[in-house]
């Protein structure tokens, strides 16, 4: 086992889960040939910082500058973890300090700052890593395998709904979350963007783009009771041509009354099916065009985690993170060339958010050619 140094920007909901995720790996993955050893962390609140080191068992802790943590000889990987709109100057620098890099999604706010992102990414030659966890899900994998395996045959439709409530009640205070310019969109950037890597990961690469963006609540009041305009979007809605023929549909919604974090995927085949989703997440449906068509049905499988728990006890959402983490830090030490979701995936997953952008202010089909 090799300890890899991470340092860690950020102490909120993100940094928490990552943490959580990387001191948990020893007891997810049976020996394992990476361990994270969390040398430093930053907040943008220093009383943050302080507390989460004493918590949490870092090292080290930076305040006030970013820059300090990256500068740290001892750090191999940054993992950013900082609302949106920090996430294009840190990783940038990072990247140009010849780090690894993790970020949160999206990689960005805008397509050209994820672009540079990725570009910077190959000419430095680092590892790096964008967070889409549900591709590293038990469920998830299975289906992965089960499409790549060719039993699901020629691959028709994918539909996709994320689906949370977070944004129903009229009293939550506006936050960064609400502005287009510091969040790169609402529901669509938020949650949107984790289903568009499902469709690129199962289905493929997305070709056209139609999509209509709505805000529902237009205004909310700010912690200090000022008024303030909603520019990102409360949900969307959107059609998708696949470059292998399929189509589909995907929409997120962050006022979907009555669901806590609702990710149902649907994909359907010449020669089966499947379905799956989050708020059952251990369970896949599988459908199988095999034997008398009066015979045929949906079976249920419980896909459960491969060490620990044991088999048939059932994991959780934050699984996803682990096996996601334990994977980046495991390339990082064997050094290996395949290893995704990079810095790629999360430009390829922006491209198709701002094409979902520019459906609905221009209101057309988007081709993704077009969108670099």
């Known amino acids: ?69 990256i500068d740290d000889k001892e750090v191999e990987v940054v993992d950013n973890t900082l609302p949106n709109f920090l996430h294009y100057e ?11 890099v993790i970020c949160e999604k999206p990689l960005t706010v805008k397509l050209e700052e994820a672009r540079k992102l990725y570009e910077k990414s190959i000419k430095t030659g680092v590892k790096t890593m964008s967070i889409f966890n549900y591709r590293f899900l038990p469920a998830v994998k299975f289906m992965k395998n089960f499409i790549s395996s060719g039993q699901i045959g020629k691959l028709f439709h994918f539909r996709c709904v994320f689906a949370h409530s977070g944004h129903v009640d009229v009293n939550r205070p506006w936050s960064w979350k609400e502005n287009f310019e510091t969040s790169g969109g609402g529901a ?10 499902l469709a690129r990961y199962l289905v493929g690469e997305i070709s056209k783009v139609m999509a209509r963006e709505k805000i529902f609540i237009p205004e909310r ?7 303030k305009k909603v520019t990102a979007d409360d949900a969307f809605m959107s059609l998708l041509e696949f470059e292998n023929g399929a189509l ?36 896949v449906k599988v459908f ?12 249920v499988i419980l896909v459960d985690l491969p060490w620990w728990p044991p088999r048939g006890h059932i994991g959780g959402w934050q699984t996803g993170h682990v096996f996601a983490l334990y994977n980046f830090l495991e390339a990082i030490v064997k050094d290996e060339k395949e290893f995704a979701p990079t810095f790629y995936d999360g430009y390829q997953a922006q491209r198709v958010l701002e094409a979902i952008h520019r459906s609905n202010k221009e209101n057309r089909w988007i081709d993704l050619e077009m969108v670099r």
């Open 1 to 69: 086992m090799k300890p890899v140094n991470v340092g860690l920007l950020g102490t909120g909901f993100m940094g928490r889960t990552h943490t959580y995720a990387y001191k948990s790996i020893p007891f997810y993955i049976q020996s394992p040939d990476a361990l994270a050893r969390m040398v430093a962390v930053y907040s943008r609140t220093p009383e943050k910082a302080v507390r989460f080191k004493e918590v949490h068992g870092f090292s080290k802790v930076y305040l006030n500058d970013w820059r300090k943590l």
């Open 90 to 100: 840190p990783c940038l620098y990072a990247l140009e300090s010849g780090k690894n």
């Open 188 to 197: 669509s950037a938020d949650l949107g963007i984790h289903a568009i890597d």
């Open 288 to 299: 199988k065009t095999e034997g008398p068509r009066r015979e045929q049905g949906w079976k």
């Open 221 to 227: 009041k700010d912690p200090t009771g000022e008024t």
């Open 248 to 283: 589909g549909t995907l929409e997120a919604t962050r006022v979907g009354t009555g669901y806590k974090n609702y990710l149902r995927v649907e994909i359907h085949g010449s020669e089966g099916g499947l379905v799956w989703n989050l708020e059952d997440l251990n369970y």
